[in-house]
């Protein structure tokens, strides 16, 4: 089947999911001598739109993993994207915990929308919470990763025969997809960190970056202090603010930060489906 274009799709908000994503598709596009292109969906206004894609088209998706699965404030608007027959390949990105159903989640998303996948990967990033957890990652041997994957999955797609049926990449996960991934306390307590925003200290100088960076919308960009909707933890804010003034201080957010830190220090690899 001949692949005329192929695109790089992604939500990334801190940009380790663009670096994977990318690195992936950008490196099938040149095997397969194709047009190359983006469509970052970061920002609300990107969100507001898609682009039309085709059978002779192959989307590499990139996803992040929050709690273990696509992040419940993404699902009304990947529940619209529609491939029309598009190859696609789901690539979550997780911080070094574990991808649990993010990865089969998405691919189930992108089935049902009308694409058709041919592989997936699970890689690692920096968590958004941490600088230590997964820190500078993905690095070369994650890039090195993603260029074999994108062989392989050139040599998939320049194979594909769209008259044949096909089924659902197979990824690891579990269906019925189980709950967000829940923290608990040494007690085994429950800790809900959902309704905590970010702090900003006196070293704040008022560039209006974290407004607009943040992929909610959610900071008020007449005072960054101040919110107008949620805060999803997405590390944008606290890891691009030029002046380090944007931070967490909130007991459970710390405890479980910590714990993600001390459990999971031991170096995740990724995992190709093909």
Not at 22 to 48: C, H, K, M, N, V
Request: net charge neutral.
């Amino acid at each position: 089947m001949k692949i005329q274009r192929i695109w790089a799709i992604y939500f990334s908000a801190t940009g380790t999911t663009k670096t994977i994503t990318e690195r992936i598709a950008g490196g099938a596009a040149r095997l397969l001598d194709a047009e190359y292109q983006t469509y970052d969906f970061t920002l609300p206004a990107s969100r507001e739109g898609f682009p039309e894609l085709g059978e002779e088209n192959l989307v590499v998706f990139g996803c992040p993993v929050y709690a273990g699965r696509v992040p419940n404030v993404l699902l009304p608007y990947l529940r619209t994207v529609r491939g029309n027959g598009a190859l696609a390949v789901p690539v979550s990105l997780y911080g070094n915990r574990d991808f649990d159903d993010g990865l089969i989640e998405l691919r189930d998303i992108l089935e049902a929308g009308g694409f058709r996948t041919i592989a997936g990967g699970a890689f690692i990033g920096e968590h958004s919470f941490s600088r230590i957890l997964a820190a500078g990652r993905p690095d070369a041997q994650d890039l090195a990763l993603a260029d074999q994957f994108a062989r392989q999955i050139a040599e998939k797609a320049a194979a594909w025969n769209p008259v044949v049926h096909h089924d659902p990449a197979p990824v690891r996960g579990e269906e019925p997809i189980r709950p967000y991934y829940q923290p608990r306390d040494r007690k085994g307590n429950p800790i809900d960190i959902r309704k905590v925003k970010p702090k900003t200290s006196d070293a704040c100088v008022n560039c209006g970056l974290c407004a607009r960076v943040c992929p909610m919308g959610s900071i008020n960009p007449e005072d960054v202090r101040t919110f107008r909707g949620i805060c999803i933890k997405c590390g944008a804010c606290v890891k691009k603010c030029p002046v380090g003034a944007k931070y967490y201080d909130d007991p459970g957010y710390l405890y479980h930060k910590e714990e993600l830190e001390l459990g999971y220090a031991r170096r995740a690899e990724p995992e190709l489906f093909v």
